[in-house]
């Protein structure tokens, strides 16, 4: 059990001392409309205890007025918020929850789970560090399930638990979860995932949630919210190489000269050697500033300022790597978009990119293939429509630093603006393979001087370095 | 240097929540004041604007920050709130703005003679548009968090509004990864949360670990209270009117929010330190908006309230 415990029980200072240590995790959860996404979350957050006695008393009176639970508490109340959204009697949006208990605190994006909503679902699966995709045990695998696991096993995510729900309905029939089980599974094995964990559990009656199933004597496996507690976190993006998105350039006085950004990946300390990208210059770290004092290293999500040892140029756009991990720089790359717009992506259409802190002018030279979203296997396309999922080619107006998406998240992943509207019109994760092109990966600046410019560079751009 | 921080700096690999946190909302104040030309930032006296201020102290130190706070001044705070921003605002050298909407003044509003409905719009919310205007602001800080309210929990952590401030839950963008569209049309304008994914919880132990100022009303002593409608109201001054018969009493109280004093209900509690206040927070059974009487002017109150441009 790891409900909070109250503080007189042991101590204040042992109390904060926890509290104030405690890791986070983010997660998704993935489901259908009926699969029981709502009441799951209602049922985390009511059973460790982050429900409090007035919003008991308006769930009462919301359940009689909206539930779908008869007379019963409908928890799923607890997480559809807006009103419009009540009446239609399903989530529409992204949402974010939070519950925490002795261990851990979590951050729980709750999304769609009907099939336009493609882009809600990349939004909140692109910062979760698990995936927990729901099943009605009475339905099994759905058209539903695999596009959802596709989706979050194309954002990056690693680790997913199979919650079969609804156990109850089906009597706890073992039979029928580890049909279920062998069947995701199977269609599972290509995705990548490192860890699928099943889990049958009872979301309305609280089995296998945060509290073992009394129902289920042949599962002897963790409750769900024991599972989020113990789970490795932020394991990859401690791993990958060091990266800075510079933000700002912080120059209080003439003594001071600092990159300000948040650390998107790696781990860095003085003296370590570093390039600035996309220039190529080189220093080394001569101090990691926090208004706290300087650091003796610093990792994967503090936001810290870098003093550098020479006086080199970076601004923001740049991204400050170490000297053994350079990134890729190019003004052209392959990509996968998941395309949020209700307007058409034509090729030849130019958007603005936002990738880590640059924003630059890209042209979507050619649209390639189209992802199935149940299959994952591509299919041809002349232009994209709003959720489509598609591999494209972007052209830049000049060269930026880059890394592929599989292998950093932050420096990976980009956003497309529409110029005219300003909305976020796509999310894109950059491909590892360098577009196919006799000058690939080489900068726009540079082939105009190698061809002498003009017309015919022109062109190239144009037509995407034909 | 609390414990909690002194076992973090042993484990440096395993960053906490707080230590998430805090980064997470510094990079939000750094890409507005880098993507924005005229930022504010809105500072309202509580609690999380204690936070947020703090927050933007680290996140452009050494330097100064980068822009002006901004208060909204119904004429209804605390004496004691009032007295708290002056000094905050000495003791820090902040460049504070602060706004009254004096036509309303002039019209006599206020939240017991028009009720806090009729109040909230004319003097918060007319209040703010006024002076976003009047500044020219094109993006403006606020410490709304998404744990508060349900209509909240969807809203963006950037969230655009129209010239008329007005929010269109249906023309939000979406936020992946560390990725911020901070793009606008001429006249439109930006509110930011960079303390979204705090919950009231994390704001409290924050506020322990780094030692940060608050307004004394958040401790419990005994203070002169009169019930209304089931609230625990303060006689901070004679302005607000005694039934026949009605004598405060003192009582020990402290506040989870703070706003104008006549709308925001006290709680009974003797919980006088932080760990104590943490210790009551953790043990709450009522949320911490119940102190509100806005937020109770009919269901999805908020919701409605945030579509016609209440922050």
């Known amino acids: ?466 | 240097m609390s414990a909690a921080t002194a076992l973090a700096a042993t484990l440096p690999e395993r960053l906490t929540h707080l230590q998430r946190l805090e980064a997470e909302s510094i990079h939000i104040m750094r890409e507005t004041v880098a993507e924005t030309e005229n930022p504010v930032m809105l500072y309202s006296i509580g609690k999380d604007s204690s936070v947020l201020l703090h927050l933007a102290l680290k996140a452009f130190a050494p330097g100064r920050l980068p822009f002006p706070l901004m208060h909204i001044d119904t004429t209804w705070k605390f004496k004691e709130m009032i007295a708290f921003r002056d000094q905050r605002a000495k003791e820090l050298g902040l460049d504070l703005i602060v706004h009254t909407n004096q036509e309303g003044l002039a019209r006599g509003i206020g939240p017991i003679s028009h009720g806090s409905e009729v109040h909230t719009d004319v003097m918060k919310t007319q209040g703010l548009r006024q002076a976003l205007d009047k500044y020219r602001f094109d993006a403006a800080f606020g410490g709304a968090r998404r744990d508060e309210e349900a209509s909240r929990a969807k809203e963006r952590i950037f969230s655009l509004r129209t010239a008329q401030h007005r929010w269109d839950p249906k023309r939000q963008r979406a936020e992946p990864w560390h990725l911020y569209n901070l793009k606008k049309k001429r006249g439109e304008s930006l509110r930011v949360f960079p303390i979204s994914n705090w919950t009231e919880l994390d704001v409290w132990l924050y506020i322990e670990q780094e030692q940060i100022p608050i307004v004394p009303l958040y401790f419990a002593k005994p203070r002169p209270v009169v019930e209304r409608d089931g609230q625990l109201i303060l006689v901070d001054d004679d302005r607000l009117p005694l039934n026949p018969g009605e004598t405060p009493q003192n009582l020990s109280v402290r506040f989870r929010t703070l706003g104008d004093y006549p709308l925001t209900g006290a709680v009974e509690s003797d919980a006088a330190t932080l760990p104590e206040i943490i210790g009551e927070t953790l043990a709450a059974r009522t949320s911490e908006r119940q102190g509100r009487v806005i937020d109770k002017d009919g269901s999805g109150a908020m919701e409605r309230k945030k579509q016609e441009g209440y922050f």
């Open chain 1, 1 to 466: 059990m790891t409900i909070h415990q109250s503080p007189e029980a042991f101590g204040y200072d042992s109390f904060l001392a926890a509290h104030q240590s405690k890791e986070v995790l983010r997660f998704i959860t993935c489901g259908s409309v009926d699969d029981g996404k709502s009441t799951l979350i209602g049922r985390l957050l009511h059973d460790t205890k982050q429900i409090f006695d007035d919003q008991v008393t308006a769930l009462q009176r919301d359940s009689r007025k909206h539930g779908t639970q008869g007379a019963e508490i409908d928890l799923a109340l607890l997480v559809d918020g807006l009103q419009a959204e009540r009446e239609q009697g399903i989530t529409i949006d992204v949402a974010y929850r939070f519950f925490s208990t002795d261990k851990r605190s979590f951050i729980v994006a709750d999304t769609p789970g009907h099939e336009q909503y493609t882009r809600n679902m990349a939004t909140g699966a692109s910062t979760a560090d698990v995936a927990v995709i729901l099943v009605d045990a009475r339905q099994g695998l759905t058209r539903q399930t695999r596009r959802h696991a596709l989706l979050v096993s194309l954002l990056g995510i690693k680790r997913v638990v199979l919650a079969v729900n609804k156990m109850d309905l089906v009597g706890w029939s073992q039979g029928k979860f580890e049909e279920i089980t062998a069947a995701f599974d199977a269609f599972a094995a290509p995705l990548g995932f490192t860890e699928i964990r099943p889990i049958p559990l009872s979301a309305k009656n609280g089995d296998n949630v945060v509290l073992p199933g009394a129902a289920v004597p042949w599962y002897t496996g963790t409750p769900l919210l024991q599972y989020l507690e113990e789970v490795p976190v932020r394991v990859e993006e401690q791993a990958a190489p060091f990266r800075l998105p510079v933000q700002w350039v912080n120059r209080p006085n003439s003594d001071f000269r600092g990159f300000s950004g948040l650390i998107a990946s790696g781990r860095i300390a003085p003296g370590d050697a570093i390039i600035v990208e996309p220039s190529g210059r080189t220093s080394t770290i001569a101090r990691i500033f926090t208004a706290d004092g300087d650091l003796p290293h610093a990792v994967e999500g503090q936001s810290v300022t870098l003093v550098l040892a020479d006086e080199i140029d970076a601004s923001r756009g740049s991204v400050i790597v170490t000297a053994d991990a350079p990134m890729r720089v190019s003004d052209r790359f392959d990509a996968r978009l998941f395309w949020a717009a209700e307007t058409e992506l034509l090729p030849g259409a130019t958007l603005l990119a936002k990738i880590g802190t640059v924003t630059v002018n890209a042209t979507v030279t050619t649209i390639h293939t189209r992802i199935d979203p149940e299959s994952g296997n591509p299919v041809p396309a002349a232009r994209l429509v709003a959720n489509d999922i598609a591999d494209v080619t972007l052209s830049l107006d000049r060269a930026v630093a880059i890394d592929a998406y599989a292998a950093n998240r932050d420096t990976g992943g980009f956003i497309l603006i529409d110029r005219e509207t300003t909305d976020t019109a796509a999310l894109g994760l950059i491909h590892a393979e360098a577009p196919s092109s006799a000058v690939e990966d080489e900068p726009e600046a540079a082939r105009a001087a190698k061809s002498g410019g003009g017309f015919l560079s022109k062109l190239r751009w144009v037509f995407g370095g034909i």
